[in-house]
């Protein structure tokens, strides 16, 4: 039996965590406190999944990305603690105002801080960790910028500023140096992110990025899952408008994003 799941594996064929490598999704699940109102948003069945399947209840999940807080919502489904730290002041406050009311569900520390300034995120996560009593959290889940393809702030350490991978790259991993240290050893952590278009052909941002971490972190990768969701506003004219103009050139349109899963060995 798993160490690292509350997967009952008696019951494994009525099981709903999908073990392929490529996630086929028709629309996005927008139950409780989801809402699609922030673009570059992840759906929430990505979480959900990764959540389930590698850690178990009452355990705390990390994020660097916190967006409009669809993991935490997850981790409130699901019974698990939550650190989340975002850069953008509207989108931490709007996530706050969503968590204002609950009642119940304390098991959270929301940070406006920038994942690049190690001393603030080191500080941040440790007070987080003494409220938990815990010395480390049980997984990362990591959704970055695709570069700049979506602005999110207008500030200047904002990795969605940032056009050129080289420096994307350097920078995530200032990120993953930053939040890896606090996972715990033999544990799992995951990256959801897609591909770009520059400069009249693709930029494997992805694979850049997979690279990167198997190269400077002491991991082994456990999965490359590939996704697509039919109903993401992003892919509602592929067969129209979007169709005509990739047949009338030479690309082909996106419906792909990538989820990195690794095991942390160190």
């Not at 160490?3 to 099981?15: I, P, R, S, T, V």
């Not at 971490?213 to 590939?226: A, E, M, P, S, T």
Request: some cysteine.
């Amino acid at each position: 039996m798993p160490k690292f799941n509350d997967l009952n594996l008696k019951e494994w064929k009525n099981c709903d965590i999908n073990t392929d490598s490529l996630w086929l999704i028709s629309e996005r699940d927008k139950s409780g406190k989801h809402k699609n109102i922030y673009h570059g948003n992840f759906i929430p069945q990505i979480p959900y999944q990764l959540i389930k399947r590698y850690t178990k209840e009452n355990e705390i999940i990390l994020e660097p990305f916190m967006g409009s807080g669809t993991t935490l919502f997850e981790c409130e489904r699901l019974n698990r603690k939550y650190i989340g730290f975002d850069i953008n002041e509207e989108m931490v406050e709007y996530v706050k105002n969503q968590m204002e009311g609950d009642l119940f569900y304390k098991d959270y520390e929301i940070f406006l801080t920038n994942s690049l300034d190690k001393e603030a995120v080191k500080e941040n996560i440790e007070n987080a960790l003494n409220r938990f009593n815990s010395k480390k959290v049980q997984f990362v889940l990591m959704h970055p910028p695709y570069m700049d393809i979506v602005k999110f702030t207008n500030k200047q350490e904002d990795l969605s500023q940032i056009d050129n991978i080289q420096e994307f790259v350097e920078k995530f991993k200032i990120v993953c140096e930053n939040f890896l240290e606090f996972l715990e050893k033999n544990r799992y952590f995951a990256v959801v992110i897609g591909d770009v278009y520059k400069e009249s052909e693709v930029k494997p941002l992805g694979f850049y990025i997979m690279d990167m971490i198997k190269r400077n972190f002491d991991v082994k990768l456990k999965g490359i899952i590939v996704k697509n969701i039919e109903g993401n506003r992003g892919k509602l004219g592929s067969g129209g408008i979007w169709r005509y103009r990739a047949l009338s050139s030479d690309y082909y349109i996106f419906k792909h994003e990538y989820i990195f899963v690794f095991k942390k060995d160190f």
